[in-house]
């Protein structure tokens, strides 16, 4: 059979017995990195025995017959270099092969960045969209973006540090001030988690934050909010000592509403 087995995404203590157990145990195994195999195994005090093949983006197609027919008659374990293959990882079209050709696909679950920032982002979790790795190019991530503008579901993305601006930018642009949150080095010794509005985010990331970043999006609503209403809220709020513009702030993540358009409002109703 095909197994599919999830590495740990940083923190070694997540590998699970069964991980550890398989990969000592396996005599085949197809890996994204044949050397960040052979790290982890070290770091694991795994002593591996098995034959190892390199399974990534620019090979797989390459590697489908070898491999399914070699799972036709022995097990082969499948790893990617952090979490589940498969997911914005090798893997996909072996196991599709695979299941074409009747052979038992099999899973040894394990961390998953996608979840654990779900997990954390305080938004919605009944449900939820993963689209992987936003656009490099501006034009077709705000494309992407506006396909989505509708979609109920809490969004989650991968991004890399030097591209979370520019995307926290687009996504304000075409979605509106909506409630967000940005988990960068999950289960790492420097875990992070920020919250807030996408206009408070994009501040945030100003300071150049480091590490793999994943972006979790509240979803649309089925209306438009009352900005009226949330308006002169602001305007209470800031009675109280409140900041307008954090008043503004705390209601948009409130209502999944757009902060810039409650602060005007409130000016606009100001006495």
Partial sequence: MLILAATPIGNLGDASKRLIELLGSANHIAAEDTRELKKLASKLEIKLHAKLYSLH????SDRLIQLVELAKTQDVVVVSDAGMPTV?????LLVR????????VSVVPGPSAVL?????SGLATDRFSFEGFLPRKQGERRSAFEALKQDQRTLIFFEAPHRILDSLTDALSVLGDRPA?????????????ERGPLSSLIEWAKTEPKGEMVL???GALD????????GREALDLKEQGLGLKKAAQLLAQQH???SSAIYERALALKP
């Fill in 57 to 60: 983006e620019h090979n797989e």
């Fill in 88 to 92: 914005s990882d090798p893997g996909f």
């Fill in 97 to 104: 092969e695979c299941i074409a050709h009747e052979v038992e």
């Fill in 116 to 120: 654990a920032a779900l997990a954390v």
């Fill in 181 to 193: 949150a940005v988990s960068r080095e999950l289960t790492k010794k420097f875990e992070h988690t």
């Fill in 216 to 218: 979790v999006v509240s």
């Fill in 223 to 230: 209306s438009e909010p009352d900005y009226d209403q949330l």
């Fill in 256 to 258: 999944n509403a757009s």
